[in-house]
């Protein structure tokens, strides 16, 4: 669909055609970038209900992006659109109340919010709640169930929920100590792209813990986070050469 197609949708009304409009401006997608001008279109849309629109909207001022910050009202956008169903807001929203200096951080809303996300199948979300749940944030730890939203994180392809899990299991959080279990959590992390997970198990290649003691296999495993870009992999695996 050409430019001026959505732009035509988008002056006459058309909510997904407003909310087309306020990406590209906020991008400079075939545009001079102007996200004062993106804040307008998304604003168009959020007037007439669109969720989509408000979430975005609400992200322009609570970052201050072409417009003044504006917290309060970015607050109370995302809230529209997490109860409209938009499951960006609703992670957004647990953001807000977990991280984000200005905003009373209250962990019983971010958790709740979190949640709904999480429900949702937003996969970043199900890996919130598992940190929440198991360093205790406002409530006692609770290391089996954290686990549990990890596991859901890691099936749905999120590697650094791998990486908490083989943690876990590697310290013996939770679980009885397994080094063996970890690894293989690592090596799905890896395989997912973790170079956090490659680098782990180079280093438990080169101890021979979890895995069999292999300096190959070490140095395969550490030069792989080091072509991701881990300095932490690339300064070992210096070592390793000397």
């Known amino acids: 669909m050409s430019f001026e197609t959505v732009l035509k949708a988008a002056q006459d009304g058309d909510p997904d055609a407003q909310t087309a409009m306020g990406y ?116 006692d730890p609770d290391p089996k169930a954290a686990a549990g939203w990890f596991e859901k994180a890691l099936a749905n392809g999120y590697p650094k929920a791998g990486v908490r899990l083989a943690s876990m299991h590697m310290t013996g959080t939770g679980f009885p ?19 956090e997970a490659m680098l782990e198990l180079g280093r438990m290649s080169l101890s021979g813990e979890g895995m069999v003691r292999s300096e190959n296999n070490a140095r395969k495993w550490i030069s792989k986070a080091a072509a991701r870009g881990s300095q932490e992999a690339a300064e070992l695996l210096a070592q390793l050469k000397r």
């Open 24 to 139: 590209l401006f906020f991008k400079g997608e075939g545009v001079t970038q102007d996200r004062r001008e993106a804040a307008r279109w998304f604003g168009l849309a959020s007037d007439q209900g669109n969720p989509e629109a408000m979430c975005n909207l609400a992200y322009i001022k609570a970052h201050g992006f072409g417009v003044r910050c504006d917290l309060e009202g970015a607050m109370a956008l995302y809230e529209r659109s997490a109860e409209l169903g938009y499951p960006q807001a609703m992670f957004n929203l647990g953001f807000m109340y977990s991280d984000v200096e200005g905003i009373p951080q209250d962990w019983e809303r971010a958790r709740y919010w979190y949640g709904r996300a999480a429900e949702a199948g937003s996969t970043v979300a199900q890996y919130r709640i598992g940190v929440i749940l198991l360093e205790g944030r406002g409530y």
């Open 177 to 195: 100590r397994n080094p063996d279990k970890a690894a293989k959590y690592l090596i799905k992390a890896a395989d997912m792209g973790s170079e």
